[in-house]
């Protein structure tokens, strides 16, 4: 019989490195740790670990990208729009600025149709909705009242964005187009606000309104839109296109002054040491006159007519044709200086001398006809004035008499117009800084979020990483140590129980080619423990080299 050897293995218990807080029912997880190929992956599977743990912290203190859920609701639609968000469960936030409605930008058509299926926002809906719940074979009549209603509520949610209209209604009157009517009436357009508490607009802002709508609707003017309030003010009333024009036109002309000068005054005193304002007063009359006027010296005739008429008796003028005998004049009468005796009868009468002239005379004489046009928009009269800072020297008569010939240059200064400017020079007081604090800014809560998170990363990675990595060393190094020992003892155990059965070898010994050509696997099962019983050494060695041939693929 061959002789039998009993091995006492290398890596006992002693050995090996105990595992904390791991008692006898966790032995499975134990022995799955000591695994080289466990082992071998602990530094990845650390280092996987804290940035897990980095990734999370960064999840879990970083707020999810935000959406406005809706523009333009009032107070009553948030709050009915938060109670609906809050009893489904869809987180929202309230901007503290702006004051919107906002949700996580992953759950914004969420939270849409779950507002959809509760009928909220209660608000009106806009032109899109309208025109897409038109049913198909609808009359012209329907189609024209549908787009007219579209126009009206986009028209009206437009205006709601503005900051203090809290709703706006629209209504559109405008006739249809036909071939039969010969002078069209232009459309009209009526507007509705309800203004916010203690807020009012301003005569700019109602005339933008009224352009707004103007210019939506083909063939209206903004004179054909009025405006009026809850209150049922008419706030269109005071507000004209001339008066509009003047105020824009005034403004344009302050500004191009006050650029000027800040222009001039502004490398030579510096930023912040000198403060100009300027008013223009600018006439927005338009007149237009005719003269004509006649040399001062020059009193010719301009036109004269002259008619005289001289009757009397006398000798009668030559009467009849010339040359013709039967034609004879009648004979000269004797003038006396008594009286006439009265003819008696029978007798011819006295001859009577009648005479008319007729004279038009017409004299050209010189003149001068002029035509003056004086356009809108004249400026009348300005008035400048300039406040400088008087530092730690202050400026001298000169430099102000200086300063002063300068702003009078840049604004075209008129003294017969009657312009002025005023220039003083005072300390400036100074102005505290009431900018808000570093951690009251919107950055610096995100920032800090960011920053604990990567501090998080960093901390998990030397108090838990970097010791799990550095006892796998440790395990490592250990077990290659255990290794290289077993294996010289499995090779000197090996060697004598080889030089031992070489002369006792028995003629029924197992080889490894017989383990090969076991016909089943039963056959092989036997011949292994029949090869482990006879040389329990060797057989150690070939599954030693089979683990390490199995670690190394």
Known sequence: MAETQTLVPVNDTTNRLPVPGLGGRFAPVQDFVRQPAVQRALPMIATSAAIGIAALAYFMTSTAPQAQLFAGLDDSDKAAVADALQSQGIAHTIDPTTGSLTVDADKLYQARIALAGQG?????????????????????AIEGETLRSAREADLSRTIETIDAVKVARVHIAAAEPSLFVREDKPATASVMLTLQNGRSLSDGQVQAIRFLVASSVPG??????????????????????????????QTQMEERFRRALDTLLGPMLGAGNYSVEVHADVDMSESQATRESFPKDDRALTSEQVTRTVSGEGNAPAVGIPGALSNQPPQASTVTDTAPLPSAPGAPAPAQTNSNENATRAYEVGREISVTHQPQGQLRRVSVAVALNQGKKALTQADIAKIDALVKGAVGYDATRGDQVAISQRPFATVEDTAPAFYDAPWFLPLLKQVGAVLAAILAFFFIGRPMIKAAKQRAVQRAERETQLEETLLAVADN?????????????????????????????????????????????????????????
């Open 120 to 140: 909220l926002p209660k608000a009106q809906p806009n032109g899109d909705s309208l025109i897409a719940s038109l049913p198909m074979g609808s009359s012209r």
């Open 220 to 249: 209206m003017n903004a004179d054909e839109v009025q405006v009026i309030d809850q209150r049922g003010s008419l706030l269109s009333d005071g507000v004209s296109n001339a008066d509009m024009k003047s105020f824009q036109l």
């Open 497 to 553: 129980q080889a030089s031992r059965a070489a002369s006792q070898r028995p003629s029924n010994e197992i080889t490894l080619e017989m383990i090969e050509a076991a016909p089943s696997y039963e056959a092989r099962a036997n011949l292994v423990r029949a090869f482990v019983r006879q040389d329990s050494a060797r057989a150690a060695l070939v599954v030693r080299q089979l683990m390490q041939e199995g670690t190394r693929g």
